[in-house]
């Protein structure tokens, strides 16, 4: 059973940073492509930041020059560094992973989402 708990969202005035963290666990054989993805009510969930296993970067144009995602493959986490945050980039943030499990099987994984509020 893979598991990915992650933690880090706060409430934060405009201009701050946060760290975000994301670990996996359970039956990992092989962790692939991992993200960041946010949502907001009434909008569909959209791409932060995505880090393949070695280490290619992929950023959404709103957040360029100002977030950084980043990994530990011997923690199995993935981290995004959030700094000039602006009001906008409030919403809850997902981490994601693409694994292939002990047994073989390749499937999406999900946390549980962490609450990011950019306010004042």
């Known amino acids: 059973q893979v598991q990915l708990v992650e933690s880090g969202g706060d409430l934060v005035q405009p201009g701050g940073s946060l760290r975000l963290s994301c670990a996996a666990s359970?039956?990992?054989?092989?962790?692939?492509?991992m993200g960041w993805y946010r949502q907001t009510p009434g909008k569909q969930r959209e791409l932060v930041a995505s880090?393949?296993?070695?280490?290619?970067?992929n950023y959404v144009d709103s957040v360029k020059g100002r977030f950084t995602i980043s990994r530990d493959n011997a923690k199995n986490t993935v981290y995004l560094q959030m700094n000039s945050l602006k009001p906008e980039d409030t919403a809850v943030y997902y981490c994601?992973?693409?694994?292939?499990?002990?047994?073989?099987?390749?499937?999406?994984?999900w946390g549980q989402g962490t609450q990011v509020t950019v306010s004042e």
């Open positions: 994601y992973a693409r694994i292939r499990s002990g047994r073989r099987l390749t499937d999406d994984y």
């Open positions: 359970g039956s990992i054989f092989t962790i692939y492509t």
């Open positions: 880090i393949t296993s070695v280490g290619s970067t």
